[in-house]
């Protein structure tokens, strides 16, 4: 045998054992024989460095150090799951899809909706290339140094499975993992972690994968993204997964009717108890892949899938004080202390009281023994008050009149349901807030600074809003406490290249109130520069779509405000991106404004999405169901039959990729 075979079969032996211990949990080998193993093979690859591989069961044990964790922008978005709650949400659910795919059966498949936190794993002929967080699910985290070290996920597997594909999962710690951790930590003399789900995603940024390699986690992955259609189903695409060497958990489950998905979540209620990890729901998905890619998707989830959530355990404890947060809108959310109580596997202290109408709804007050619930959520929420337990002296609670960071005199306007602090630039959390969510990756994305540092600049008195960001010098930032050269240096060049930051993005960073990312996209497509936006009136503001009276008047009330005329003023000089850059409006045209299109099929010269912004850089519409209201259609190779039927009893004109070029020219 040459070296290199050696080492080659060293590195299946390895590989071997990692799955039969990982995935199948079922040990072919003892501890000290592995080690000694991968002992003997580190020794060779060291000393024949020509032959490394970062995909070797050698680099699993980790020890790179990652400092900065590169943006990357997914292939496919990673979508969020519409929730339901009932068997009347599903049966809901059901009826919407028959009626899109007009048709009356419908296979899907039940899964667990594992609670951790998600990643997409690429693979390229068979080898393991990156993994990403789901991050704001267009751009995510590159974290495969961490990821390369969880031993369940094979680092490559069989060609004859699709050459390039994304496999998605969840990374979770299993709760024996979990617990274990924690023992070592109280030994240590150090804080426990509260739940797995939060550990297991803390755990995919820390910075030394050595660190990552010794915690017990695992990955339970449930989709293959790939274009290559080599299966029809969800189901085979993850069997066939499976048998290649991932980690598809056996509880998926083929049904072919609405009650048997029932039958699913009813076991699974109770004996989810019984499984090694915590699950908080179930995931229904659409089996046919054809029917799913026909079902498309909302702006958040597909609709194609509904995750089902189990109903949230429940506790009783009292209730000790009241007190009361603002957010950086300076809205004010009451937060009940309570006397420290364990449900669902983490202890609870606090629970949002959301308001004070919910407040006075359940008449909630101080000593007040109270059922505290956790869904999905991280803070829990009080849902009733026993009043069997309530003492005589109790009194009904007084909502807070001044704030609690500046004592300025709350203000509650008509129709809102919410107390806010008006004083939004003598406020510190206001102040904080702002500058905070400027910052913030789905805003301005400003790497090295962080919103710990955003109040120490904001109490050292060297910033007092986002435009004075801008003036920051180095000089100044270096003396502050814990800040070395370096980081300072990275914070300012992370604020100079926030310059070049689209003006979408921009905008939605200003924290104008209820205009979020969605509507941000909206407004500076629509408006197109500050200006334009910020001289439009009522009327013009309302007729663009999906912009209500609510938005508008905030805008405008944003627009007259002086203090923000000239913070806008500010960021121009400094060069931040107040208008649609000119590149982009090269290729935005206005032909196919008043248009709505339906996308069907599979296409060969753009990829669907590219097809999509096509159609919207050159002003269309994209829905993803026909009616109507569609005014074309632009379909692809194996256009889903019933959308073919549909757009010919509708009379809808079919274009093809080819023709839909043409016109765009
Ligand atoms: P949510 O974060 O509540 O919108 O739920 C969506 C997330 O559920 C996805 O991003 C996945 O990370 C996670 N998830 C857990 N189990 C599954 C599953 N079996 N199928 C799909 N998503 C799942
Ligand atoms: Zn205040």
């Known amino acids: 045998m040459t070296i290199q075979q050696n080492i080659q079969a060293l590195r299946e032996e390895l590989n071997q054992h990692n799955y039969n211990y990982y995935v199948l949990d079922n040990a072919t080998i003892s501890d000290y024989d592995f080690d000694i193993k991968l002992k003997e093979l580190i020794q060779l690859e060291t000393e024949n460095p020509q032959f490394f591989d970062a995909n070797s069961p050698s680099q699993r044990v980790g020890g790179e150090i990652t400092k900065n964790f590169e943006t990357i922008t997914h292939k496919n978005r990673m979508y969020s799951l519409d929730n339901s709650y009932s068997k009347d949400d599903l049966l809901d659910w059901e009826k919407r899809i028959q009626k899109m795919l007009g048709v009356d059966e419908i296979e899907y498949t039940c899964e667990l909706k594992y609670d951790g ?25 590159e974290v495969t ?38 023992e070592d930590r109280l030994k240590n003399g150090e804080e426990a972690y509260k739940n797995p789900r939060n550990t297991a995603s803390g755990s995919l940024k820390l910075q030394d ?17 790939t274009d290559e259609r080599k299966y029809k189903t969800h189901f085979e695409n993850l069997e ?31 004996k989810r108890h019984d499984l090694p990890y915590e699950t908080d729901g179930v995931v229904i998905k659409v089996n046919n892949l054809q029917q799913q890619e026909e079902l498309g998707y909302t702006s958040k989830a597909p609709r194609w899938a509904i995750a089902y959530k189990f109903k949230a355990e429940q506790v009783s404890t009292v209730l000790n004080e009241i007190t009361y947060q603002v957010g950086r809108t300076g809205a004010i959310t009451p937060v009940a202390n309570l006397e420290p109580v364990q449900l669902a596997g983490t202890i609870v202290k606090r629970a949002s009281l959301h308001n004070a109408d919910q407040i006075e709804k359940l008449d909630i007050r101080i000593n007040d023994t109270v059922f505290v619930e956790k869904g999905g959520e991280i803070i829990p929420k009080i849902i009733a008050v026993d009043l069997s337990k309530r003492p005589d002296n109790s009194e009904p609670t007084i909502y807070a ?46 790497d090295g600074l962080g919103g710990e540092t955003v109040d120490l600049l ?72 500050i200006d334009k936006l910020m001289t439009a009136d009522l009327e013009t503001l309302i007729s663009v779509d999906e912009i209500g009276d609510r938005i508008a008047q905030s805008i405008i009330d944003f627009s007259n405000d002086l203090g923000n005329i000239q913070l806008i003023d500010r960021l121009k000089l400094h060069g931040v991106q107040l208008e649609v850059s000119a590149e982009s409006l090269e290729n935005q045209t206005d032909k196919l404004a008043g248009k709505v299109f339906v996308v069907s099929g599979v ?6 999405n590219e097809l999509k912004k096509a159609i919207e850089d050159n002003g269309g519409k994209v829905s993803s169901s026909i009616s109507k209201k569609t005014s074309f259609i632009v379909a692809g190779d194996n256009m889903g039959p019933s959308k073919l039927t549909k757009a010919e009893s509708l009379e809808i004109p079919i274009l093809s990729e080819q023709n839909f070029i043409d016109i765009i020219g």
């Open 603 to 608: 296409f060969h010269q753009m990829t669907r």
């Open 209 to 225: 994968s050595a660190e990552v390699a010794n915690r017990p986690l695992d990955c339970l992955l449930y989709q293959v993204v």
């Open 458 to 529: 904001r109490k050292e008195g060297l910033i007092q809003n986002y435009a004075d960001l801008y003036d920051l010098t180095a000089e100044q930032v270096i003396p502050l406490e814990r800040m070395a050269e370096k980081s300072a240096q990275n914070m300012i060049a992370g604020i100079e290249k926030s310059k070049e930051i689209p003006f979408e993005k921009v905008l939605f960073a200003l924290g104008i109130r209820f205009v979020g990312e969605t509507v941000a996209k909206k407004l500076a497509k629509h408006f197109k520069s």
């Open 240 to 270: 066939t997964a499976r048998n290649v060497g991932f980690k598809v958990p056996d509880t998926i489950t083929l049904t072919k009717t609405i009650d048997a998905v029932f039958d699913f979540v009813n076991y699974w209620d109770i």
């Open 117 to 141: 936190a998600s990643i997409n794993l690429s693979f390229e002929k068979g080898k393991f290339i990156k993994a990403v967080t789901r991050g704001d699910g267009f751009q995510g985290d």
């Open 401 to 446: 009149t001044n704030c609690p960071e500046c004592n300025t005199e709350l203000v509650r306007s008509e129709g809102d349901a919410k107390h806010y602090c008006p004083n939004e630039f003598g406020c510190a959390p206001q102040i904080t807030g702002r500058i905070q969510h400027f910052i913030s990756r789905k805003a301005m994305d400003i």
């Open 145 to 182: 140094a961490n990821i390369r070290t969880i031993k369940s996920i094979p680092l490559s597997v069989s060609a004859d499975f699709v050459h390039n594909f994304e496999m998605r999962g969840e990374i979770i710690l299993p709760i024996d993992g979990f617990n274990k951790m924690n």
